[in-house]
């Protein structure tokens, strides 16, 4: 089979991001001549070489959908900086693609993105809406920041919203299983508050 010919035939399934596995179903191949067939694509800067086992089919692809498939089996979301430049809440480009996961905390090196996943309490895993523009899960303003104060992030220059709903924080907050941490949260919205 032609290189360009099964590029063509894994473009087709319109999935940006595929596993050896994936592709040796596809291409009705065994896994060994799936990983040959990838490695020459990826040499022919036709695709690119994830992580181990993954590739990058769509060369175009959104990278915040990376840690999606990164941070597999977890589920995770983007949250913190990521989210709240997202929401038009602070001007700062994140350098980093930041998520947050029941699964453990740790920076991975992708050659697309660097990405930091960051341990949050599956209690206070919530707060986040399928977002159809970028295709990933997102946190809403609220639980973004709220994730800044959990994880006791510096915070940058910040531009709270018309639309913040306070409201909604502080219910989220209630889920927090740490009496110490939710009394460390609240406390920083507060300070966030008109007229606090």
């Excluded at 589920?75 to 996961?101: E, F, K």
């Amino acid at each position: 089979m032609k290189l360009l010919t099964v590029l063509k035939t894994l473009q087709n399934v319109a999935i940006p991001v595929m596993s050896t596995r994936d592709v040796a179903r596809i291409l009705e191949v065994s896994i060994e001549n799936a990983s040959q067939i990838l490695r020459r694509l990826a040499q022919e800067k036709h695709i690119i070489h994830l992580a181990r086992g993954l590739w990058i089919i769509d060369l175009k692809v959104n990278p915040l959908v990376l840690p999606d498939y990164l941070v597999a089996p977890f589920p995770c979301y983007v949250s913190l900086q990521s989210a709240l430049y997202h929401h038009g809440m602070i001007d700062q480009i994140p350098r980093v693609i930041t998520v947050v996961s029941p699964g453990r905390s740790r920076k991975i090196e992708t050659p697309v993105a660097t990405i930091h996943v960051h341990h949050i309490e599956s209690e206070f895993f919530l707060g986040y809406d399928f977002d159809p523009k970028t295709r990933v899960n997102m946190a809403t303003p609220e639980k973004a920041l709220l994730d800044i104060y959990y994880l006791r992030k510096r915070l940058p220059e910040l531009e709270i919203p018309a639309n913040f709903n306070f409201k909604k924080a502080k219910e989220m907050i209630r889920k927090i299983p740490s009496q110490a941490l939710r009394t460390i949260v609240e406390t920083s919205l507060k300070k966030e508050i008109p007229g606090s």
